[in-house]
Each structure stands twice: as C-alpha cells, then as structure tokens.
T-cell receptor, first 110, second 113 residues
Framework: QKEVEQNSGPLSVPEGAIASLNCTYSDRGSQSFFWYRQYSGKSPELIMFIYSNGDKEDGRFTAQLNKASQYVSLLIRDSQPSDSATYLCAVSGSARQLTFGSGTQLTVLP | SQTIHQWPATLVQPVGSPLSLECTVEGTSNPNLYWYRQAAGRGLQLLFYSVGIGQISSEVPQNLSASRPQDRQFILSSKKLLLSDSGFYLC????????????FGPGTRLLVL
C-alpha cells in the first residue's frame, strides 16, 4: 500500500467549476499536510498547508482535513485555465521529510 | 526573503560519466536541505536530506551521493551515471526544527544517453 495515494487523473473540469482533488494517507501519526502545484516542466510550488481537522481557506483554494478517515482534499473554486497543472499532496509525520503522492493532473477547459 | 538556486538547469551526459549538481539557498541560516528525483510522469522520490553541515541522510541506496560542504550549499554527485539516473532533480529547503514546509528550487533536468 502506498503511503500517500492520489488519483492520477487526468481530471477535467469546465472553467468556473469547482475542482476537487483528493488524497489519502496510511500513517495515522501524520501531522502536517501540504498541497503543491506543479506546472509542466517546472518545480512544485506550495499552495497551502493544513495541520488541524476541518477546512482552511486561502482565496479560491480550500484544504480539508479529516484525520479520522485519513484523507485530505483540495477544492479549487471558480477554476481557471491557469489552474491546469499537476497537484501534489504531501504528508509529514515525526520525521523532517515529506512523503509525496504521485499527483493528480488537472485540466480546466475554457 | 529566501531564494534557492540550482544549476545547471539542463544537462545531457553520457552513461558512465560523473555528475555534480549544485544547490544554494539564500536568506536563511541552517536550513534543512533535500534532494529529490522525479522521473517523467512520476511523483517525487526523496534521495537525500541534511539537517546541517556534513550531516547527510540517504533514503534510497544507489550510485548517487550528496554532500553539504557549507551551511547553505548542497551537492548531488555520481561517479558513473546510469541510464536510469535520467530525470528531474529538485533541491528543496525548509526552516530548521519542526516546521515541515519545503520550498523547491527550479530543478535540473538530466538526460543520460
């Protein structure tokens, strides 16, 4: 079983719709959860992180964490073509390193 | 503010040749430093991380090595490249201590022929 799992996609949504990206993790001791966006040929850039159960909003992005169910999700409201990218979920436990999922490719159709 | 640099940006090397990739961080002291590799269409594989000068932890046994000769410098090396070493090499940093957020450099794309 992979430590961090994401649907590889591709996920396609029309412009203006809500894109929902999901991630599950296996280590119940995980403490911190991150979402990165990676454009084709570029390095990952941090979108947001979440530590506590519930929702965290930042502009058009909302991260949702449910530790009991061991999943974290990212919602993108009013999706734009510029949001088309691969989204990486990352999880950390007591160690300093992050464990990354393989990413979900999102395409926003104009 | 902090910035992270990597060079070279792209590299084409023959099988069996040596490798040296460099990463430097500006604007912070004693960062945690990381080397990742991303194969085409794949996720990030952690190769090495370092919490201080001369301290290197290896995550995956292979023909690569890492060194940290200075506080904000991280080097990835190989004596003899393999075809399977091709990929996108990413350096990342995080603040020292328990903060986990990692920030990535622009990456080096390596093609071994």
């Amino acid at each position: 079983q992979k430590e961090v799992e994401q649907n590889s996609g591709p996920l396609s949504v029309p412009e203006g719709a809500i894109a929902s990206l999901n991630c599950t993790y296996s280590d119940r001791g995980s403490q911190s959860f991150f979402w990165y966006r990676q454009y084709s040929g570029k390095s990952p850039e941090l979108i947001m992180f979440i530590y506590s159960n519930g929702d965290k909003e930042d502009g058009r992005f909302t991260a949702q964490l449910n530790k009991a169910s061991q999943y974290v999700s990212l919602l993108i409201r009013d999706s734009q073509p510029s949001d088309s990218a691969t989204y990486l979920c990352a999880v950390s436990g007591s160690a300093r390193q992050l464990t990354f999922g393989s990413g979900t490719q999102l395409t926003v159709l104009p | 503010s902090q910035t992270i640099h990597q060079w070279p940006a792209t590299l084409v090397q023959p099988v069996g040749s040596p490798l040296s990739l460099e990463c430097t961080v500006e604007g912070t002291s004693n960062p945690n430093l990381y080397w990742y590799r991303q194969a085409a269409g794949r996720g990030l594989q952690l190769l090495f991380y370092s919490v201080g000068i001369g301290q290197i932890s290896s995550e995956v046994p292979q023909n690569l090595s890492a060194s940290r000769p200075q506080d904000r410098q991280f080097i990835l090396s190989s004596k003899k490249l393999l075809l399977s070493d091709s990929g996108f090499y990413l350096c990342a940093w995080s603040f020292p201590g328990v903060i986990k957020t990692q920030y990535f450099g622009p990456g080096t794309r390596l093609l071994v022929l």
